[in-house]
């Protein structure tokens, strides 16, 4: 079993760049897919960014390409996002996932087994 603990979330203006951090204790991050997801109130859990166990990088929608980065120092045990150039549609609670790693979509939220309890990333216009 892996336990997740996101930190790095807070309030910013629009325009403005945070990373949040996920921290992993129990196995490696090396050992699972990693992920980031999403959700925004009244609206459904959005996959974000994935890094894969191989290093792989996969991301959501095309409005976050470019803007958000999703990587892993295995030193630290810890799977960052980094995000910029922030827009107030970006306000969510923010979520890091792991699951054994799977030849499957890593935008399933279903396949993870592994949740933190979430971060608040607030954007102000």
């Known amino acids: 079993q892996v336990q997740l603990v996101e930190s790095g979330g807070g309030l910013v203006q629009a325009g403005g760049s945070l990373r949040l951090a996920c921290a992993a204790s129990?196995?490696?991050?090396?050992?699972?897919?990693m992920a980031w997801f999403r959700q925004a109130p009244g609206k459904e859990r959005e996959f974000v960014a994935c890094?894969?166990?191989?290093?792989?990088?996969?991301y959501g929608a095309d409005s976050l390409r470019g803007r958000f980065t999703i990587s892993s120092d295995n030193a630290k045990n810890t799977t960052y996002l980094q995000m910029t150039s922030l827009k107030p549609e970006d306000t969510a609670v923010y979520f890091c996932?792991?699951?054994?790693?799977?030849?499957?979509?890593?935008?399933?939220?279903?396949?993870?087994?592994?949740w933190g309890q979430g971060t608040q990333v607030t954007v102000s216009s």
């Open positions: 996932a792991a699951r054994v790693p799977l030849w499957a979509t890593p935008g399933s939220a279903a396949t993870y087994a592994y």
């Open positions: 890094i894969r166990w191989s290093g792989g990088t996969s």
């Open positions: 129990g196995r490696t991050v090396s050992s699972y897919d």
